[in-house]
Protein backbone atom coordinates (compact mmCIF):
# COMPACT_ATOMS: atom_id res chain seq x y z
CA UNK A 1 0.00 0.00 0.00
CA UNK A 2 1.02 3.24 -0.80
CA UNK A 3 2.61 5.91 1.95
CA UNK A 4 -0.34 9.29 2.26
CA UNK A 5 1.54 12.29 1.59
CA UNK A 6 1.65 14.91 5.01
CA UNK A 7 -1.30 17.24 4.77
CA UNK A 8 0.24 20.79 3.77
CA UNK A 9 0.56 23.40 6.71
CA UNK A 10 -1.30 26.30 5.98
CA UNK A 11 2.32 28.57 6.14
CA UNK A 12 1.01 31.13 3.49
CA UNK A 13 -1.79 32.58 5.32
CA UNK A 14 0.05 32.83 8.37
CA UNK A 15 3.24 34.53 6.39
CA UNK A 16 0.57 36.62 4.95
CA UNK A 17 -1.05 37.86 8.54
CA UNK A 18 3.12 38.34 9.91
CA UNK A 19 3.38 40.28 6.93
CA UNK A 20 0.20 42.29 7.64
CA UNK A 21 1.65 42.76 11.34
CA UNK A 22 4.74 44.08 10.17
CA UNK A 23 2.79 46.69 8.34
CA UNK A 24 0.43 47.63 10.87
CA UNK A 25 3.22 48.27 13.25
CA UNK A 26 5.38 50.35 10.67
CA UNK A 27 2.09 52.44 10.22
CA UNK A 28 1.89 53.34 13.97
CA UNK A 29 5.72 53.45 14.28
CA UNK A 30 5.51 56.32 11.23
CA UNK A 31 2.47 58.22 12.96
CA UNK A 32 4.26 58.41 16.35
CA UNK A 33 7.52 59.91 14.87
CA UNK A 34 5.00 62.30 13.45
CA UNK A 35 3.36 62.75 16.23
CA UNK A 36 7.13 63.44 17.96
CA UNK A 37 7.81 65.73 15.66
CA UNK A 38 5.11 67.60 15.82
CA UNK A 39 5.85 68.16 19.47
CA UNK A 40 9.64 68.71 19.40
CA UNK A 41 9.58 70.93 16.43
CA UNK A 42 8.40 73.75 18.63
CA UNK A 43 10.83 73.04 21.48
CA UNK A 44 13.55 72.75 19.46
CA UNK A 45 12.93 76.62 18.15
CA UNK A 46 12.35 77.40 22.08
CA UNK A 47 15.31 76.19 22.71
CA UNK A 48 17.64 77.45 20.05
CA UNK A 49 15.98 80.78 20.30
CA UNK A 50 16.95 81.21 23.81
CA UNK A 51 20.78 81.19 23.03
CA UNK A 52 20.37 82.87 20.05
CA UNK A 53 21.41 87.02 20.35
CA UNK A 54 18.88 88.28 17.45
CA UNK A 55 16.27 85.59 17.93
CA UNK A 56 13.01 85.61 15.12
CA UNK A 57 10.48 83.11 14.02
CA UNK A 58 13.17 81.41 12.27
CA UNK A 59 15.66 78.99 12.90
CA UNK A 60 18.75 81.00 12.13
CA UNK A 61 21.68 82.04 14.22
CA UNK A 62 21.72 86.01 13.60
CA UNK A 63 23.57 87.89 15.84
CA UNK A 64 25.77 84.28 17.10
CA UNK A 65 25.05 82.40 20.22
CA UNK A 66 24.48 83.88 23.65
CA UNK A 67 23.80 83.53 27.27
CA UNK A 68 22.74 87.28 27.18
CA UNK A 69 19.22 86.37 27.17
CA UNK A 70 18.84 84.78 30.16
CA UNK A 71 21.08 87.55 32.15
CA UNK A 72 19.03 90.00 30.62
CA UNK A 73 16.09 88.78 32.49
CA UNK A 74 17.44 89.67 36.00
CA UNK A 75 19.66 93.10 35.28
CA UNK A 76 20.80 95.45 33.14
CA UNK A 77 19.20 95.16 30.17
CA UNK A 78 15.53 96.35 28.70
CA UNK A 79 14.00 92.90 29.19
CA UNK A 80 14.55 93.24 33.17
CA UNK A 81 13.53 97.20 32.82
CA UNK A 82 10.36 96.34 30.87
CA UNK A 83 9.44 93.10 34.04
CA UNK A 84 9.18 95.47 36.85
CA UNK A 85 9.88 94.10 39.97
CA UNK A 86 12.07 91.14 37.67
CA UNK A 87 12.04 87.68 37.20
CA UNK A 88 13.11 86.68 40.68
CA UNK A 89 10.00 88.51 42.31
CA UNK A 90 7.76 86.93 39.73
CA UNK A 91 9.67 83.37 40.40
CA UNK A 92 8.74 83.63 44.23
CA UNK A 93 5.08 84.41 43.30
CA UNK A 94 4.67 81.77 41.38
CA UNK A 95 6.32 79.40 43.82
CA UNK A 96 4.22 80.73 46.63
CA UNK A 97 1.06 80.35 45.29
CA UNK A 98 1.59 76.91 43.38
CA UNK A 99 2.69 76.05 47.01
CA UNK A 100 0.26 76.85 48.98
CA UNK A 101 -2.35 75.65 46.24
CA UNK A 102 -0.60 72.49 46.49
CA UNK A 103 -0.75 71.90 50.36
CA UNK A 104 -4.50 72.95 51.03
CA UNK A 105 -5.33 70.88 47.68
CA UNK A 106 -3.68 68.19 49.08
CA UNK A 107 -4.37 68.29 52.89
CA UNK A 108 -8.34 68.21 52.02
CA UNK A 109 -9.12 66.33 49.22
CA UNK A 110 -7.26 63.02 51.13
CA UNK A 111 -9.63 64.33 54.13
CA UNK A 112 -12.54 64.76 51.35
CA UNK A 113 -12.03 61.52 50.00
CA UNK A 114 -11.47 59.11 52.96
CA UNK A 115 -15.34 59.28 53.68
CA UNK A 116 -16.39 58.67 50.42
CA UNK A 117 -14.55 56.11 49.68
CA UNK A 118 -14.93 54.06 52.98
CA UNK A 119 -18.49 55.38 54.57
CA UNK A 120 -22.00 54.37 51.96
CA UNK A 121 -23.47 57.52 53.06
CA UNK A 122 -26.82 58.51 51.73
CA UNK A 123 -26.26 60.14 48.26
CA UNK A 124 -22.68 59.56 48.17
CA UNK A 125 -22.99 58.60 44.73
CA UNK A 126 -24.95 62.19 44.33
CA UNK A 127 -21.81 64.10 45.92
CA UNK A 128 -19.31 62.27 43.64
CA UNK A 129 -21.32 63.09 40.29
CA UNK A 130 -21.26 66.60 41.50
CA UNK A 131 -17.71 67.03 41.99
CA UNK A 132 -17.23 65.80 38.46
CA UNK A 133 -19.54 68.11 37.25
CA UNK A 134 -17.77 70.82 39.16
CA UNK A 135 -14.91 69.75 37.93
CA UNK A 136 -15.42 70.53 34.40
CA UNK A 137 -17.03 74.17 34.74
CA UNK A 138 -14.86 76.65 32.77
CA UNK A 139 -12.70 78.72 35.23
CA UNK A 140 -14.36 81.99 33.60
CA UNK A 141 -17.70 81.01 35.09
CA UNK A 142 -17.02 81.59 38.24
CA UNK A 143 -14.07 83.96 38.87
CA UNK A 144 -16.13 87.24 37.79
CA UNK A 145 -18.09 87.11 41.06
CA UNK A 146 -15.57 85.86 42.68
CA UNK A 147 -13.84 89.30 42.10
CA UNK A 148 -17.06 90.99 43.22
CA UNK A 149 -16.14 89.29 46.14
CA UNK A 150 -12.60 89.88 46.70
CA UNK A 151 -13.47 93.45 46.51
CA UNK A 152 -16.27 93.64 48.87
CA UNK A 153 -14.36 91.86 51.36
CA UNK A 154 -11.25 93.50 50.31
CA UNK A 155 -9.08 90.67 49.40
CA UNK A 156 -8.06 92.07 45.87
CA UNK A 157 -3.98 91.68 45.64
CA UNK A 158 -3.92 89.30 48.56
CA UNK A 159 -1.84 86.00 47.87
CA UNK A 160 -2.88 84.07 50.02
CA UNK A 161 -6.61 84.25 49.67
CA UNK A 162 -5.47 84.09 45.57
CA UNK A 163 -3.99 81.07 46.44
CA UNK A 164 -7.16 79.81 48.56
CA UNK A 165 -9.27 80.12 45.77
CA UNK A 166 -6.68 78.40 43.52
CA UNK A 167 -7.20 75.49 45.80
CA UNK A 168 -10.64 75.36 45.50
CA UNK A 169 -11.08 75.02 41.87
CA UNK A 170 -8.59 72.37 42.14
CA UNK A 171 -10.49 70.28 44.68
CA UNK A 172 -13.32 68.59 42.83
CA UNK A 173 -10.93 66.75 40.00
CA UNK A 174 -8.41 66.16 42.87
CA UNK A 175 -11.03 64.92 45.24
CA UNK A 176 -11.98 62.18 43.00
CA UNK A 177 -8.74 61.22 42.40
CA UNK A 178 -8.20 60.78 46.12
CA UNK A 179 -11.64 58.51 46.56
CA UNK A 180 -10.21 56.04 43.62
CA UNK A 181 -6.54 55.79 45.31
CA UNK A 182 -8.22 55.27 48.71
CA UNK A 183 -10.89 52.92 47.42
CA UNK A 184 -7.94 50.29 46.66
CA UNK A 185 -6.27 50.60 49.64
CA UNK A 186 -7.67 46.83 50.98
CA UNK A 187 -10.05 47.73 53.84
CA UNK A 188 -8.88 44.73 55.91
CA UNK A 189 -5.81 47.14 57.31
CA UNK A 190 -7.56 49.44 58.17
CA UNK A 191 -9.82 46.84 60.18
CA UNK A 192 -6.37 45.30 61.75
CA UNK A 193 -5.64 48.93 62.56
CA UNK A 194 -8.81 49.17 64.37
CA UNK A 195 -8.89 45.84 66.53
CA UNK A 196 -5.54 47.22 67.85
CA UNK A 197 -7.47 50.06 69.19
CA UNK A 198 -6.37 52.86 67.10
CA UNK A 199 -9.11 55.56 66.03
CA UNK A 200 -10.62 57.06 62.43
CA UNK A 201 -7.79 59.58 62.29
CA UNK A 202 -4.84 57.27 63.87
CA UNK A 203 -5.69 54.47 60.70
CA UNK A 204 -5.87 57.58 58.21
CA UNK A 205 -2.28 58.96 59.42
CA UNK A 206 -0.41 55.94 60.07
CA UNK A 207 -1.90 53.71 57.83
CA UNK A 208 -4.21 54.93 54.75
CA UNK A 209 -2.34 58.04 53.94
CA UNK A 210 1.36 55.91 53.72
CA UNK A 211 -0.51 53.54 51.83
CA UNK A 212 -1.96 56.41 49.52
CA UNK A 213 1.28 58.30 49.25
CA UNK A 214 1.61 57.73 45.08
CA UNK A 215 -1.78 58.74 44.85
CA UNK A 216 -1.19 61.96 46.69
CA UNK A 217 2.17 62.43 44.72
CA UNK A 218 -0.21 62.43 41.54
CA UNK A 219 -2.30 65.01 43.49
CA UNK A 220 0.34 67.63 44.52
CA UNK A 221 2.32 66.97 40.89
CA UNK A 222 -1.28 67.97 38.75
CA UNK A 223 -1.96 70.59 41.63
CA UNK A 224 1.48 72.34 41.33
CA UNK A 225 1.47 72.37 37.60
CA UNK A 226 -1.90 73.22 36.89
CA UNK A 227 -1.14 76.25 39.73
CA UNK A 228 2.20 77.24 38.46
CA UNK A 229 1.02 77.84 34.67
CA UNK A 230 -2.83 79.31 35.94
CA UNK A 231 -2.71 82.71 34.29
CA UNK A 232 -6.30 83.84 34.20
CA UNK A 233 -7.13 83.38 37.75
CA UNK A 234 -3.74 85.60 38.96
CA UNK A 235 -4.78 88.32 36.46
CA UNK A 236 -7.71 88.98 37.74
CA UNK A 237 -7.04 88.74 41.30
CA UNK A 238 -3.34 90.03 41.59
CA UNK A 239 -1.69 93.70 41.06
CA UNK A 240 1.77 94.47 40.68
CA UNK A 241 4.20 93.68 42.31
CA UNK A 242 2.54 90.55 43.35
CA UNK A 243 1.96 89.05 39.57
CA UNK A 244 3.51 85.49 39.03
CA UNK A 245 5.52 84.34 36.50
CA UNK A 246 2.56 83.16 34.52
CA UNK A 247 1.41 86.90 34.43
CA UNK A 248 4.85 88.49 34.16
CA UNK A 249 5.69 86.79 30.76
CA UNK A 250 2.77 89.22 28.84
CA UNK A 251 5.17 91.60 29.41
CA UNK A 252 7.36 90.30 26.59
CA UNK A 253 5.02 91.53 23.50
CA UNK A 254 4.39 94.66 22.95
CA UNK A 255 2.11 96.42 20.47
CA UNK A 256 4.70 95.83 17.49
CA UNK A 257 7.54 93.53 18.14
CA UNK A 258 8.08 91.06 20.31
CA UNK A 259 11.28 89.96 22.23
CA UNK A 260 11.58 86.23 21.03
CA UNK A 261 14.74 85.97 22.56
CA UNK A 262 13.50 86.75 25.89
CA UNK A 263 10.28 84.76 25.87
CA UNK A 264 12.37 81.44 24.80
CA UNK A 265 14.74 82.40 27.89
CA UNK A 266 12.24 83.08 29.87
CA UNK A 267 9.87 80.08 28.94
CA UNK A 268 12.64 77.50 29.63
CA UNK A 269 13.37 78.82 33.11
CA UNK A 270 9.66 79.09 33.25
CA UNK A 271 9.21 75.62 32.72
CA UNK A 272 12.96 74.03 35.02
CA UNK A 273 11.08 73.84 38.02
CA UNK A 274 7.53 71.53 37.29
CA UNK A 275 9.95 69.65 35.41
CA UNK A 276 12.74 69.49 38.11
CA UNK A 277 9.66 68.76 40.55
CA UNK A 278 8.25 65.73 38.34
CA UNK A 279 11.76 63.86 38.08
CA UNK A 280 11.91 64.20 42.02
CA UNK A 281 8.35 62.94 42.58
CA UNK A 282 8.44 60.30 40.09
CA UNK A 283 10.89 58.32 42.19
CA UNK A 284 8.07 57.36 44.69
CA UNK A 285 4.99 57.87 42.51
CA UNK A 286 5.48 54.16 41.20
CA UNK A 287 4.90 51.11 42.20
CA UNK A 288 2.38 49.32 41.39
CA UNK A 289 2.79 46.35 43.82
CA UNK A 290 2.35 48.51 46.70
CA UNK A 291 -0.21 46.48 48.41
CA UNK A 292 1.53 43.46 47.57
CA UNK A 293 2.07 41.10 50.66
CA UNK A 294 -0.22 43.23 52.74
CA UNK A 295 -2.63 41.38 52.92
CA UNK A 296 -2.59 37.42 53.09
CA UNK A 297 -5.63 34.73 52.58
Not at 2 to 30: D, K, Q, S
Not at 101 to 107: E, F, K, N, Q
Not at 174 to 196: H, K, M, Q, Y
Request: proline share 6%.
Amino acid sequence: MAPTAPAAHPARPRTMRRAFRRHERAIWHAVALLAGALFFIPFIWLILTAFVRYGGLDLGFAGGLTFGNFTGLFHGSAISDALGEGVGAALLNSLYLSTATTIVTTAVAILAGYPLARFRLPGSDAIVYAIVFVAGLPIIAIVIPTYDLFVACGFVGSRLWTALFMAATSLPFSVWIARNFIDAVPVELEEAAATEGAGILATLRYVTVPLVLPGALVIALYTFIQSWSNFFVPFILLDSPKLPASVTIYQFFGQNTVNYGGVAAFSLLFSALPALLYVVLSKWGGGSSIFSGAVKG
